[in-house]
């Protein structure tokens, strides 16, 4: 076989990272433009206005936590204060749950480490009702719509308590009464089922609509063709997000043609809105977010939207990101930490300072400790007690068919 | 009551399903405004409408997604595969979405999606218009897998998977669209008007679709069968002279044991059939449930007749079809063991 060397004129190219471990990390490629840069077209402009910037990056918050541009949804001090401490809270449960996967509590854990503000900004821009299929790495969103920590927790360590009965992986929620679809392991399988919830959504006459998230890598799925072809032809009510966070486990967003053209700029072909946002500006989120959902409540169709983000921590508790990236890589990130940015614009509106964030972090630490201590009440995933063994044999169908009840009868239960 | 063509009983129900329900919507390839390839869903855009009757884009991992997403928000959807030849870009919505939407959320999203598609040979369509893939479906748990046999069944069997709370395959077997089949080529095209299982009941009724129907009774063998084999099997047992009971299936998960033990006992001897290819096909499932349940009353190995283990060819389409001088051999061979 021939020995490719990109570069080379034989052999193809396979991309690389600008970094890997032990070299500087090099973000020289990510355009930081200033709030302001991007414009904001009307709710019910043609989508094609929208793809002149699908290579730029929307942001309302500069490097200072200044907020500016036509992007700044004017939020309340409250409101902001609020997301601030959502996503404190979802960092802080992320923190304490991978320490205990860590300590053998859990079979696995995934961080949502410097993405809070992706899933927690969006989350308060939608309504409640808007149905959410989420990634494995949309933690914030239960949060933001205040489902139970110790119901999460019990989710986790698959106990007795565990809504799905422990046949999910730990951080595949479902939480119907929060509008939460069941997140499912094999990815993009959920962007075009989003399509369709919002189809019936605007068959049936309601105001509700759907809203989606991906990865970067995820994009190379042809699920992920699907949805924007349905959501194209349909104009359904729905907003597909792909989250750009740079890393799909060990392979950086080039693996997907990200060095290519952004991911926003897919939706062009298909005739989407677009939008790219600075993913660790809440505010910029908020609006993004909001701006699509006012466009598909109106009747006016999709927007793809990517939010440009990095994953602070491994993929999942499964790898040591150590052996694929530089290790420090998250600190050079120049979009910075979204929760840090979101506290310092709150410091510099006067409505917040160093002492009651100190004090959020450490009584959101303790809320977790005491949540987790509620959750171990009703078992864990290696002590039990589980679910009852013989729910094995439930709901695979409305009622358990011969076959299976035979089976059931083998197992003895 | 009606004649009807297997055609025109799959679209009367699925106008009797839409004029109840309003929560069912139908779409597919071409099976919008044009009523479908083969005419299944004729009229009914007309009748109720762009956002209950209408035209897919042609990718089916994209129609079935879709499906799952109107049904997890209270739609009924009846989604087309043109072919099912075609159905393999959607099967991970199917094996990773579909089947377990309603076990990985302990019942809190259900999914009540059916899909309709066309099966079998015996149209000369070559190897991506000919395929029986009901095998690889009814390896997964979580859905059901059907296949009727006549017009009668396909309208009650089609509405009882529509209102069905389960994912339901409803695979139709092409050649029986217009009119039975025996299995013979030479002979001239039979209409279903002339058959009793073509007259169909015009308004609601379901068949259900936990039950195998024994179409014939007999006393020497059992003859397993579904979609098209079921009138292969008749014809040959007429041709081979022997008094066999011949069951169809119609539905494959969950299949009817007690139907098939129960005459297995009595007669001793079984000969399954099918027209996929042999290895892993359905059939297998069969012959090794009934030696666990009838073992004892088994007086000669079962034999299966299927497809042969080669992609269906076009030119040679009847070598290939398990016709009837290899089903007359098959049951020669269980009576005389």
Known sequence: ?413 | MARMTMIKAINSALDVLMEKDETVCSFGEDAGYFGGVFGCTEGLQEKYGLNRVFDAPINEAAIIAMAIGMASNGLRPVAEIQFADYIFPGFDQIISELSRIRYRTAGAFTTPVTIRTPCGGGIYGGQTHSMSPEAFFTHIPGIRVVMPSNPYDAKGMLIASVECDDPVIFFEPKRLYNGPFDGDPHKPALAWSSHEKGEVPKGHYTVDINKAEIVQGGSELTILAYGTMVHVAKESARLANVDAEVIDLRTLIPYDIKTIAKSVNKTGRCVVLHEAPRTSGFGAELIAQIQEDCFYALEAPIVRVTGWDTPYPHAHEWAYFPGQERVMRAIKQVLEN
């Open chain 1, 1 to 413: 076989m021939k020995q490719q060397k990109n570069g080379n004129k034989t052999g193809f190219f396979v991309p690389e990272p600008p970094a890997r471990p032990g070299e500087r990390p090099d973000f020289s490629n990510v355009d930081c433009s200033a709030p302001g840069a991007v414009p904001m077209p009307a709710i019910d402009c043609a989508a094609q206005r929208t793809h002149e910037f699908a290579g730029g990056l929307i942001r309302v918050l500069d490097d200072k936590g200044h907020a500016d541009g036509p992007w700044d949804p004017e939020l309340n001090t409250n409101e902001l204060v609020e997301m601030l401490r959502l996503m404190g809270l979802t960092r802080a449960y992320d923190e304490r749950m991978f320490k205990l996967q860590r300590q053998g509590k859990m079979s696995f854990y995934m961080k949502s480490l410097g993405e809070e503000a992706v899933a927690v900004a969006a989350a308060k821009a939608l309504d409640d009702e808007d149905m959410v299929f989420p990634s494995y790495r949309q933690q914030g969103i239960l949060f933001a719509r205040g489902r139970d920590m110790v119901d999460m927790m019990c989710h986790c360590i698959s106990n007795s308590k565990d809504n799905l009965k422990g046949r999910q992986l730990p951080v595949h929620y479902t939480w119907k009464e929060g509008s939460f679809f069941s997140i499912s392991g094999n990815l993009c399988t959920q962007f075009p089922q989003a399509v369709g919830w919002a189809m019936a959504s605007a068959a049936k006459g309601e105001s509700a609509i759907a809203a989606s998230w991906i990865g970067d890598g995820t994009t190379a799925e042809g699920d992920f063709h699907s949805a924007l072809t349905l959501a194209s032809v349909y104009k359904a009510p729905v907003i597909l997000n792909v989250v750009n966070n740079q890393w799909a486990i060990s392979s950086f967003a080039g693996i997907a043609g990200g060095d290519q053209a952004s991911f926003a700029a897919r939706g062009i072909g298909y005739g989407l809105p677009t939008l790219r946002v600075d993913g660790n500006d809440a505010l910029a989120v908020y609006a993004a977010t909001q701006w699509a959902a006012k466009r598909a409540r109106s009747g006016l169709g999709a927007t793809l939207i990517e939010t440009v983000t990095y994953r602070g921590e491994s993929h999942s508790t499964s790898d040591d990101p150590g052996k694929y990236r530089p290790k420090d890589e998250w600190k050079s990130w120049p979009l910075g930490d979204p929760l840090e940015r979101l506290k310092a614009h709150l410091i510099g509106l006067g409505a917040w300072n160093e002492q009651r964030h100190e004090d959020m972090l450490s009584e959101q630490a303790e809320t977790v400790r005491l949540a987790y201590k509620e959750a171990e009440s009703f078992g864990t995933l290696r002590e039990g007690p589980l679910s009852p063994t013989a729910s094995i044999f439930d709901d695979v169908y409305v009622e358990q068919p011969w076959h299976i009840r035979r089976q059931r009868q083998d197992l003895g239960v």
